[in-house]
């Protein structure tokens, strides 16, 4: 965003920076910008002043006649680069997902543009995204775009500054890159996941599904688990606890951090309610996982298959328990960096920091 910053300066332009991120940030003027600061996208560091607000100017209708909504500052602009990640989106999927064209529509239209935009549900997002971006396409003043796509590392791997006019065209071809590259679980059957933090830094559904599936029992998909506990929010996403509810163990660290007043708007207006309920909550992290070992029915509890990530966007290096030693000795793409040792909690009941 600074590089971007400086070389618009350049042309002679002024510009400012505007949060496009629907519904997130509790739907208020302070909550988005909070959240840019979080990220260190400030005015100092920058050097482009930021514009939050909740206001939208309604600039047309789709094909179907459904409103098309953009941010106020970004419509009088005189003109508007959008900048974000292509990546997969959480609950569905097609040749749009996360991308210049989501930003545009949801995140550009705030609480409203979000809220018209998935009033028929996931099954009609990529169909709506694309017809309410012809909209503002049309009708507002995009010059261009800096789509980025990431690796598995978690680092950028591709940038491309894209004319407008070729959004779609690149944006399809990216997304496939982006799949290409993404964080993968190698080992895809087992008893119990553990995720050590959730959040919206890392995911729109706090936890990748991508990553670890949504955990609801669908016949086939991978990896395939049978309990899942949550550890921590990170403070990052300042409360937001989407994504808990696809939990079955919560620690109460965890839940004493969830903000519902933050939580709760982004999934309204998805309609996602149900990541939001609030799972079984243990004291620590040595009671969750003993609830999850002792409740997984058909699992050999002497030696349960367990798996422990930092979170779902930084997986170069996982835990893993005893009895899934051998399986990741013999995969090809995995690396067994130590040897088994006794699992030991602090005083507290939880585990030690800094086991990464």
Not at 70 to 79: L, P, Q, R, S, Y
Not at 289 to 299: E, P, S
């Amino acid at each position: 965003m600074r590089e971007v910053v400086s070389e618009i300066k350049k042309l002679g332009a002024k510009p400012f920076i505007f949060p496009a991120m629907g519904t997130h940030g509790g739907v208020t003027a302070e909550g988005q910008l909070e959240v840019l600061t979080s990220y260190g996208i400030t005015e100092e560091f920058t050097g482009a002043p930021i514009k939050s607000g909740v206001d939208t100017v309604h600039i047309g209708n789709t094909i179907e006649g459904k409103p098309v909504h953009i941010d106020k500052f970004a419509h009088e602009a005189d003109g508007i680069l959008v900048v974000n990640r292509v990546k997969s989106h959480t609950q569905y999927h097609g040749k749009f997902e996360s991308g210049l064209l989501k930003m545009m529509v949801i995140g550009m239209g705030k609480a409203k543009g979000a809220e018209s935009c998935h009033d028929e549900g996931f099954d009609k997002m990529v169909h709506n995204v694309e017809t309410y971006s012809d909209v503002i396409m049309a009708k507002s003043k995009i010059l261009f775009g800096i789509a980025i796509v990431e690796n598995a590392f978690n680092k950028i791997q591709h940038i491309e500054a894209v004319q407008s006019s070729q959004f779609k065209e690149r944006e399809e071809k990216l997304l496939k890159m982006s799949k290409a590259l993404m964080q993968k679980i190698y080992i895809q059957d087992f008893d119990i996941l553990i995720v050590d933090q959730i959040g919206k830094n890392f995911s729109g559904d706090g936890a990748d599904p991508n990553v670890i599936s949504s955990h609801t029992g669908t016949q086939g998909e991978k990896p395939a688990f049978i309990r899942y506990v949550i550890r921590d929010l990170s403070d990052e996403t300042h409360g937001c606890a989407v994504g808990i509810g696809v939990a079955d163990f919560i620690t109460k660290r965890a839940y004493d951090k969830l903000d519902f007043d933050v939580t709760y708007p982004n999934l309204v207006v998805s309609s996602g309610v149900h990541v939001a309920k609030v799972p079984m909550v243990l004291k620590n992290d040595k009671l969750a996982l003993q609830a999850a070992i002792f409740t997984a029915i058909g699992i050999d509890k002497t030696r349960p298959k367990i798996i422990r990530l930092k979170n779902t966007l930084n997986v170069e290096e996982i835990q893993i328990s005893q009895a899934l030693l051998e399986d990741a000795k013999k995969h090809p793409e995995l690396k067994v960096l130590e040897e088994p040792k006794e699992l030991a909690f602090d005083n507290e009941g939880n585990f030690p920091v800094g086991i990464f």
